[in-house]
């Protein structure tokens, strides 16, 4: 990998991990291993915004997951993310987020969050997955209850890169606003019967109960799941630069696993699941199954 890129993935680690501390060039530039001038440059040029630019996003985004899920104060949520006033942080974000804080927390609609994007998994995503190491897969039944979902499609694709060129990696952000029946959003492949003519395969969502009747946002579209069961296949733990082998692994395990050992066979009138890869649970996917017929 780039000695560059690297230089800019330490400084956007340094950002993640001192985002509620003041943020300097001169520190960003000690992370870097480079000028400031040319950090700056470089920061830029690899990321798209300046790194300024970048730290008031994330605050931004941050500080509205706060008064979303916390009920904090705008006051502590605009001081305690690095905001010099309150006026400055209302400001700051209407112009983000069109619409001001304090009505924001009081009645929370999906808003787009910024979600840092490390420049590393650009370069990764252009190298040779090495398979040598295999992983251990943990396989678990599991049973979701009917529910629906609030997803977003796109036109052609079936995988994650494709959608975001299709739909644009900004439709996490909105989703991670969202309040999701599971904890967090969820990637679908549809099976036919879910698609509508010309869109893709693969969409991004959040599930919400079964009695969800509110309107959802404008470009999204609400389907409903019925009570399936499904193994759950969860990797191992992965340092965040291997995603691309603990996703190859994973379903290379998950394309050689036969459920009828266990009473089961593949339902794929459901759609499979990704969950977000992290590293630090594990890469996950989720296949329908149901009880194995006994057909001839």
Not at 45 to 61: F, W
Not at 209 to 229: H, N, Q, W
Not at 264 to 288: F, H, S
Request: one cysteine or more.
């Amino acid at each position: 990998m780039k000695e560059q890129t690297l230089a800019v993935q330490r400084m956007q680690d340094y950002i993640e991990a001192h985002l509620e501390q003041e943020i300097t060039l001169a520190q960003l530039a000690k992370e870097a291993l480079f000028s400031p001038w040319y950090s700056y440059r470089l920061f830029h040029s690899l990321v798209g915004l300046t790194p300024a630019e970048y730290i008031r996003k994330l605050r931004l985004s941050k500080s509205a997951l706060r008064l979303k899920n916390e009920g904090c104060r705008v006051t502590d949520a605009a001081l305690d993310l690095g905001f010099g006033s309150v006026d400055g942080y209302t400001r700051a974000f209407f112009r983000e987020f069109g619409c001001n804080p304090k009505e924001y927390a009081k009645a929370p609609f999906p808003i787009t969050l910024f979600i840092p994007y490390g420049v590393k998994f650009r370069e990764l995503r252009k190298e040779v997955v090495n398979m040598e190491n295999l992983q251990s897969v943990f396989v678990q039944v599991i049973e979701k209850e009917e529910r629906k979902v609030i997803i977003k499609r796109g036109i052609r694709a079936e995988d994650y890169f494709p959608y975001c060129e299709e739909v644009g990696c900004d439709i996490w952000g909105v989703l991670k606003s969202m309040d999701s029946l599971c904890g967090e959003p969820v990637c679908l492949w549809l099976p036919e019967a879910y698609r509508k003519p010309n869109t893709s395969t693969y969409v991004q969502g959040v599930e919400a109960p079964a009695d969800f009747s509110k309107k959802v946002p404008d470009g999204f579209d609400l389907i409903t799941l019925p009570r399936t069961k499904y193994l759950m296949f969860q990797g191992e733990p992965f340092l965040e630069e291997d995603y691309c082998e603990a996703i190859c692994a994973l379903r290379q395990a998950m394309d050689r696993y036969d459920p009828s050992v266990i009473g089961y066979e593949w339902d794929d009138e459901n759609p499979r699941i990704q969950l977000e890869p992290r590293g630090e649970r594990g890469y996950i996917e989720l296949r329908a199954v149901r009880p194995k017929s006994n057909r001839g």
